[in-house]
């Protein structure tokens, strides 16, 4: 079975930048939607970002959006997550997740961030903003 590997996280200031990566070793990621999730300490799991199979269309949380930009590389097999002017309240572990569309050509665009939606997850990365 696929396998998410989530990379990219550690400690960070305030107002700085970190860049999360997810690769699936072994494995292609073309026929996934891919979804960044994160939980931080006493909360529940939290949506940040979704990009559609074919790249088309992508989704935020408010709280990210105009600061974090998900991409990815099928050709490189690779997810990323670039975070900008990253603030305390974005501390928590980051999970990559993928959710598998049956079909080859349809729903390639199709895009969610409810986490029910996703049957593979990462084991997290831990993300930490503090001064």
């Known amino acids: 079975q696929l396998q998410l590997v989530e990379s990219g996280g550690g400690l960070v200031q305030p107002g700085g930048s970190l860049r999360l990566f997810c690769e699936a070793p072994?494995?292609?990621?073309?026929?996934?939607?891919i979804g960044w999730f994160r939980q931080a300490p006493g909360k529940e799991r939290e949506s940040v970002s979704c990009?559609?199979?074919?790249?088309?269309?992508?989704d935020y949380a408010d709280s990210v959006k105009g600061r974090f930009t998900i991409s990815r590389d099928n050709a490189k097999k690779a997810i990323y997550l670039q975070m900008n002017n990253l603030k305390p309240e974005d501390t928590g572990v980051y999970y990559c997740?993928?959710?598998?569309?049956?079909?080859?050509?349809?729903?390639?665009?199709?895009?969610?961030?409810?986490?029910?939606?996703?049957?593979?997850w990462g084991q997290g990365v831990q993300v930490t903003v503090s001064s």
């Open positions: 997740a993928a959710d598998y569309l049956p079909h080859p050509t349809f729903y390639r665009d199709y895009i969610s961030r409810a986490d029910y939606e996703y049957e593979l």
């Open positions: 990009i559609s199979a074919d790249s088309t269309k992508t």
């Open positions: 072994g494995g292609t990621l073309d026929r996934y939607l």
